[in-house]
């Protein structure tokens, strides 16, 4: 498990977030990103659904989650689904931007 140490505290109701425990990600997870990336065709929704289903808190304390702590937060999801062989639509989101072709 890895501890995602935030930028910023998120407050919410009458805790305060400092860091956010990651781990490997359920299927029940994927499950939950890969139905907004269908939905919506967004990575990144698709990447704060994962993180609400993973981490229990609500999409408005997942939204207010500093982007420079999406690094972070990357850089131990990545390896993960880089292992399952994740491609495709129906794969969990691989970046936070947008690609570009030239």
Do not use: W
Not at 27 to 38: N, P, R, T
Not at 52 to 58: D, K, P, R, V
Request: proline share 8%.
């Amino acid at each position: 498990m890895a501890k995602i140490i935030l930028k910023k505290p998120i407050k919410d109701g009458d805790r305060l977030i400092t860091e956010l425990d990651i781990d490997e990600p359920t299927l029940g997870d994927i499950e939950a990103s890969s139905k907004v990336m269908q939905k919506e065709n967004n990575e990144i929704a698709a990447m704060m659904a994962l993180l609400a289903n993973h981490t229990g808190l609500s999409m408005d304390v997942i939204r207010r989650i500093p982007a420079s702590d999406i690094k972070k937060i990357r850089a131990v999801l990545d390896p993960l689904f880089s292992e399952l062989g994740e491609t495709g639509a129906d794969s969990p989101p691989t970046s936070p931007t947008p690609s570009t072709s030239a």
